[in-house]
């Protein structure tokens, strides 16, 4: 399995931005690459995902608009840039991987997982 370490979190004022950051132990290049965030008390919940091979992306209803995914190839590190954040936005945010096996969503069963990165907005 890929290792995946997220940096980026912090705490931020609702309306504000931060970009996360996944740095991938390995080339990822035919990769279906995520963020998944969770919230106490909540499940888990995609917010986005990339194939890595053609740069296509996927957004959960509740983000699309105000986060986008994207990735550096050169250094493998996937970004998640989010704007306009809400208070409900708050939540431990996972990087998250899979080799890309003809599918690619939110909520794909990614099988490898970061230590998470928390994201607060008050």
């Known amino acids: 399995h890929v290792q995946l370490v997220e940096s980026g979190g912090g705490s931020v004022q609702a309306g504000g931005s931060l970009t996360l950051s996944c740095v991938a132990s390995?080339?990822?290049?035919?990769?279906?690459m995520g963020w998944s965030r969770q919230a106490p008390g909540k499940e888990r919940e995609g917010v986005a995902a990339?194939?890595?091979?053609?740069?296509?992306?996927y957004y959960s209803q509740s983000v699309k608009g105000r986060f986008t995914i994207s990735e550096d190839k050169a250094k493998n590190i996937l970004y998640l840039h989010m704007t306009s954040l809400k208070p409900e936005d708050t939540a431990l945010y996972y990087c998250?991987?899979?080799?890309?096996?003809?599918?690619?969503?939110?909520?794909?069963?990614?099988?490898?997982w970061g230590q998470g990165t928390q994201v607060t907005v008050s």
């Open positions: 998250a991987a899979k080799p890309y096996g003809g599918s690619c969503r939110v909520d794909a069963e990614f099988d490898s």
């Open positions: 390995e080339y990822t290049r035919d990769y279906c």
């Open positions: 990339i194939f890595t091979l053609v740069g296509d992306t």
